[in-house]
């Protein structure tokens, strides 16, 4: 919709609103574009349609166990990473001693997470620039990381399913054949989402030197996950700053090389979240090694959590970055303060330093390629 008209300018610019219908603003988003033809002058991210109120909920509450299924509603798309970030925090302000069969557990399930939020990252990614069947090839292999958490917790998206000190239950018997079936199957696939998506002519054409992320810019900005790491900056907390068992996996790190463009332009990004796919199935190959075939999974959860007086932040990376909790205990049953640092919300303010210059059609490309999640935006 036109909003308005500036007709004593030499050239007539427009200021136009893009969503929060539109498919490619990726949940309720509106864009305020002032636009010079159809080239962006500027773009203006607009937030506040979903109300999750995660802190001010998790502060009402009154108990810290509760919090936990809010966390999975902030990103509804790799709820295990968001209650995994959350859990670790409480257990680091209790001193808790995490049983070896839970960590496991829960790094095999954080890193199917991880494919399966990257599945749906860039699925929507080439549904947006017009190619609609990869979306369908990448959707019915997230259904099986899907009917996987959901035989493992009885939900398929919203998981509730860690908790402070270990686990609700533990996995089911299949488990590890049904995993390991996973990973066997879905190598084979991502070489062919390569032929079919990554080395398309027509997809290149569209995404490389577009949204060009420079490393400085994006330090500056705070930015973190697939889209620092699309600019070529080699940074990991799951390496740079180890949590629960990560130390223990060989992995490596996929980074941005400017190979289709420009560094740091959308292919990039979009690339980098394809071989971290790759670096996940190696990770859940050595977690399905080294779990231990018994153990309680509830052992160490405490009967009620009750905290020192005392506040800590601790970092996670979750599929789009570093996500933060900060929580201020003051010995009552539930948190004080809690504030939630969203990779999303970060990468959303790099949006008008990339779009300026852009055409309309480019920053379809552009909102895509830094994969946000709106549930993690508005708070």
Not at 13 to 42: A, C, F
Request: with cysteine; glycine share 8%.
């Amino acid at each position: 919709m036109m909003n308005e008209v500036d007709k004593s300018s030499e050239k007539r610019e427009m200021v136009i609103n893009m969503g929060p219908q539109h498919p490619s603003t990726h949940g309720v988003l509106r864009l305020e574009l002032v636009l010079d033809g159809e080239v962006v002058k500027e773009a203006r991210p607009n937030i506040g349609y979903l109300h999750r109120c995660f802190e001010k909920y998790a502060e009402k509450l009154g108990d810290y166990t509760s919090v936990v299924p809010y966390t999975d509603r902030m990103d509804y798309v790799s709820a295990m990473n968001q209650e995994f970030g959350y859990v670790i925090a409480i257990e680091r302000m209790l001193e808790l001693e995490i049983p070896e069969r839970v960590e496991y557990i829960r790094v095999i399930m954080a890193e199917l997470q991880r494919i399966a939020s990257h599945l749906l990252g860039i699925g929507a990614f080439g549904l947006d620039l017009g190619a609609f069947t990869p979306f369908l090839y990448l959707f019915t292999e997230r259904e099986k990381i899907l009917n996987i958490f959901e035989k493992t917790s009885g939900a398929r998206l919203l998981y509730n399913y860690m908790t402070v000190g270990g686990l609700i239950k533990d996995v089911h018997k299949d488990f590890k054949k049904d995993t390991a079936e996973f990973v066997k199957t879905f190598r084979p696939k991502i070489k062919e989402l390569n032929d079919l998506l990554s080395y398309n002519k027509i997809f290149i054409n569209r995404t490389a030197n577009i949204g060009v992320l420079p490393e400085k810019v994006a330090l500056n900005y705070a930015a973190s996950g697939p889209v620092l790491r699309g600019s070529g900056k080699k940074w990991d907390l799951r390496k740079d700053d180890p949590y629960s068992i990560y130390d223990r996996f060989d992995f490596d790190i996929p980074t941005g090389s400017g190979e289709m463009g420009s560094l740091g332009d959308c292919w990039d990004r979009y690339m980098v979240r394809v071989r971290e796919m790759e670096q996940s199935l190696r990770i859940i190959e050595q977690a399905l090694d080294g779990l231990p075939e018994e153990g309680d999974v509830t052992e160490a959860v405490p009967k009620r959590v009750r905290l020192k007086e005392g506040e800590l932040y601790m970092r996670t990376e979750t599929p789009r970055g570093e996500l933060g909790y900060y929580i201020i205990s003051d010995k009552s049953g539930g948190p004080f303060r809690v504030k939630a640092r969203a990779p999303s919300f970060v990468h959303l303010s790099v949006l008008p330093a990339i779009s300026k210059g852009a055409l309309i059609a480019d920053l379809v490309a552009i909102v895509g390629s830094i994969d946000i999640v709106l549930g993690e935006v508005d708070r």
